[in-house]
């Protein structure tokens, strides 16, 4: 059993435990009820049942001080290994994707740095190279393997990449991060873009998906990035809430890839709609005329300002 199995099976059980522990409060205050007198002839006020308290998902446990390997698809060709570094205090939970793009190093480059990060509130689950066998071919994906960006929630049964989404979700469930920050690369720089500039032009633009709050916070620190960076690098925001970006046709539905059937699924920034609580960001930086070490170093300003403000550092 891999560590990771090994903790989903605890975050079950704790919540097995505290189902019961509500149930058990339930017929303790049934018990103690005092009996009420007999009704007065005027006409009783109509009682209703007390509306139903949900049962609040418990908090992540928190561990110990230190880093922990996790490792994702073990045993196949695809294992993708992370970090999760505990800081030993409770606090903010802040999550990394690297290499989700196997022709985008600036992102994964970023990621492998962040993954030796200690920080001293929170945690840090750091993912730096999530397609590395794209990685290796520098290639945005593997044919046959389908588009990691494209499959979420992803699925146990799918194509690679699916069940890859389908672990990230499950890491993801496990930890309950409140911040996801995923880390691309796009080749043009957004405010560069022609009338025609699509997809190949969303470089030096940070997308939220969250609601506006953490919109607004995510406005704040690239509003503070930029006043320290060259006006051709500043970066742009952009919302998205909830995640539609990029899914493409009708989520759920079913394609097939080479034999294999792939649920359609949508990007990162969709992953707050199957983990409560996570805000998902998705920052894109330019490859055009930018070397990856400079993209590398503004993925990782982003992500320096976000564990600051959250006290993390
Ligand atoms: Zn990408």
Redesign the pocket.
């Known amino acids: 059993m891999t560590p990771l199995n090994r903790r989903r099976f605890l975050a079950l059980s704790l919540g097995g435990l505290g189902a019961a522990a509500f149930a058990a409060c339930t017929s303790e205050l049934q018990v103690g009820a005092p009996e009420l007198p007999q009704a007065a002839p005027t006409t009783p006020a109509p009682t209703l049942p007390p509306p139903p308290t949900p049962t609040p998902l418990p908090e992540p446990p928190v561990m110990p001080r230190g880093r922990e390997v996790v490792t994702l698809m073990p045993g196949t060709e695809w294992e993708a290994s992370g970090v999760v570094f505990h800081s030993g205090q409770p606090g903010p939970r802040l999550m990394i994707l690297g290499g989700?793009?196997g022709n985008?190093p600036g992102?994964w480059l970023a990621a492998e740095g962040i993954a030796e990060w200690e920080v001293q509130r929170g945690m840090l689950i750091v993912l730096p190279r999530l397609n590395h066998r794209s990685a290796a071919a520098f290639e945005?994906t593997i044919e046959g393997y389908g588009d990691l960006?494209r499959l979420y929630p992803g699925d146990p049964n799918g194509v690679p990449m699916a069940r890859m989404a389908h672990e990230v979700v499950g890491l993801a469930t496990e930890w309950r991060p409140h911040w996801l920050f995923d880390l691309?690369?796009?080749w043009g720089f957004f405010n560069e873009r022609g009338p025609n500039g699509g997809t190949a032009f969303i470089g030096q633009t940070v997308t939220s998906a969250g609601p506006a709050p953490a919109l607004e916070t995510v406005a704040s620190l690239v509003e503070a990035v930029n006043a320290r960076i060259t006006s051709r690098e500043e970066l742009t925001v952009r919302s998205r809430p909830g995640g539609n970006f990029g899914g493409g046709g009708v989520f759920g539905d079913r394609d097939d890839l080479n034999g294999l059937s792939v649920r359609r699924g949508s990007s990162s920034l969709s992953i707050g709609r199957f983990v409560p609580g996570v805000n998902p960001v998705l920052v894109?930086m330019g490859q055009q005329d930018q070397p990856e070490t400079r993209r590398a170093e503004l993925h990782q300003m982003l992500v320096t300002e976000m564990a600051t403000r959250l006290g993390m550092t």
């Open positions: 989700v793009h985008e992102g945005r960006n691309h690369e796009s894109e």
